[in-house]
């Protein structure tokens, strides 16, 4: 299993970013992925899920209306579309794979298994 997440970067308040996880070992209709972040000296936090059969999709309220979570099961991916960025979105984003659930997907770090290692979102003017 191997998941490597590219296309962050530095961008304006206001601007927008499309994050991408390419998963490698496992097919996306077989598991959850989750969107995480970690700004410095904070906790991991979940951002966002996509369930791997239903599709149905979790956002966190801080970025509800502002991300969107897709997939191409083509490419083997996921996507993180950020637009409205601020300031506050400041961290290292990073993917991960749970097994999928029948209730649904999960933004708990805990409940991942396998993670990527990462790409740096910075929101600066």
């Known amino acids: 299993v191997q998941l490597v997440e590219s296309g962050g970067g530095l961008v304006q308040p206001g601007g927008s970013l499309r994050l991408s996880c390419e998963a490698s070992?496992?097919?996306?209709?077989?598991?959850?992925i989750g969107w995480f972040r970690q700004a410095p000296g904070k906790e991991r936090e979940g951002v966002s899920c996509?369930?791997?059969?239903?599709?149905?999709?979790y956002y966190v309220d801080s970025v509800k209306g502002r991300f969107t979570i897709s997939r191409d099961n083509a490419k083997n991916t996921v996507y993180l579309q950020m637009n409205s960025l601020k300031p506050e979105d400041t961290a290292v984003y990073s993917c991960?794979?749970?097994?999928?659930?029948?209730?649904?997907?999960?933004?708990?770090?805990?409940?991942?298994?396998?993670w990527g290692q990462g790409t740096q979102v910075t929101v600066s003017s």
């Open positions: 991960a794979v749970e097994p999928v659930r029948a209730w649904g997907c999960s933004v708990v770090p805990g409940s991942y298994d396998y």
């Open positions: 070992g496992f097919t996306l209709d077989a598991s959850n």
């Open positions: 996509i369930h791997g059969r239903a599709g149905t999709t």
